[in-house]
Every structure is written in structure tokens, then in C-alpha cells.
């Protein structure tokens, strides 16, 4: 569990910078430069999702149940996730509609993606993640929403076409092949 929770800290924490010390990564910025800077976001992100990743794989075989989840939970998880991996795909692309009215997608993935997963499951290994990265993204939104936005580019609604195309795609895949594969539970 040590592992999982050193990943949270760490991951969690390097992208929490921007909530909690604007200034001091303001400050870095400008004495490190913008490329050190990034260099060193990206090297404690990937630290931080390896631990993430290998404590979690861990931390699942010793983990107790905190509570059972509600029985509509995996239902609502099948749901929310085509959901969450469309807003996850909106927001590495142009403006689409769903970016300009989310404002931030990726950060309401997170959110669908934690919650959809806490009703799901109810083990202390994924109270930490899910619940983890819940706390996290919602900080991370309020933070975001008080930042100003800058010029909007006009959506665009092809791009919203794709993202839920490239989304339910994923979907499928992940269902299918990928979840049994990197996490050994099996979706169908």
C-alpha cells in the first residue's frame, strides 16, 4: 500500500503545483526556463504513474473491503466510461462545442472516470486511486475555473463527431481487450 500511496503523492503532487503554487511554479519557470521546467513536470509524472501502476498492481492483492459497492455501480460504470473517454479525447483536440462548454474535458473525465470507478469498487487499494484522483480533479476544476481563458477559438462541430467516434472506439477496445490485459479484470 506504501507504493500506491508514494505514487499518489508523487503524481498527485506535481500536478497540484498549479493549484496550490501558482507563484512558486511561476518563479521556477522563470529561473529554471520553460523546457527545464516541463523536463522536470514529466520525469516526476512518469516516477509518479510507474509507482502509481506497480503499487496499485500491489497494493490490490492485500487490499481489505471498505465497503460494498451499490449493486448498480458496474452499470453505471459502463456508462460513464464511453463518457469519460470521449471528453478524454475532446480535450487533446481543436475546440470543438463539448470543449467550449466543459472548458476543461480532461479534468471532467477524471471526474466520471474516479467516480463511475468508486461505485464500482469498494477495496482500499481503489478508494486511494479512484478516490485519489476524485479529490484531485475537483480541486483542479475550481482552480481552473478561476483562471482567465483567454481568446476562444470557434468550435468546430466535426471535431466533436470524431471525439465521440475515437472515444466510443476506445471503449470497445478497452472493453473487449484491454482491461483484462493491463488490469486482469475482465470487463465482458
Request: no cysteine.
Amino acid at each position: 500500500m506504501a507504493i500506491l500511496i508514494l505514487g499518489l503523492v508523487v503524481f498527485l503532487g506535481i500536478h497540484s503545483v498549479r493549484i496550490f503554487a501558482e507563484d512558486w511554479r511561476t518563479a521556477q519557470i522563470a529561473a529554471r526556463g520553460e523546457t527545464t521546467w516541463k523536463g522536470l513536470y514529466t520525469g516526476a509524472s512518469i516516477l509518479g504513474l510507474a509507482l502509481l501502476v506497480y503499487g496499485y498492481g500491489l497494493a490490490r492483492e492485500e487490499a481489505g473491503v471498505l465497503y460494498d459497492p451499490p449493486l448498480w455501480g458496474r452499470s453505471f460504470l459502463l456508462i460513464a466510461m464511453p463518457i469519460a473517454l470521449v471528453f478524454l479525447v475532446a480535450s487533446q483536440m481543436p475546440m470543438g462545442v463539448l470543449k467550449k462548454r466543459l472548458v476543461h474535458p480532461m479534468l471532467w473525465a477524471v471526474v466520471i472516470w474516479a467516480l463511475g470507478h468508486l461505485l464500482a469498487n469498494g477495496d482500499t487499494a481503489s478508494v486511494l486511486l479512484f478516490g485519489g484522483f476524485l479529490v484531485w480533479a475537483l480541486l483542479d476544476l475550481k482552480s481552473a475555473y478561476g483562471r482567465p481563458r483567454g481568446e476562444i477559438p470557434t468550435p468546430k462541430l466535426w471535431v466533436d463527431f470524431v471525439a465521440l467516434a475515437v472515444g466510443f472506439a476506445l471503449t470497445a477496445i478497452l472493453v473487449v481487450f484491454l482491461h483484462q490485459y493491463l488490469f486482469g479484470v475482465p470487463i465482458v
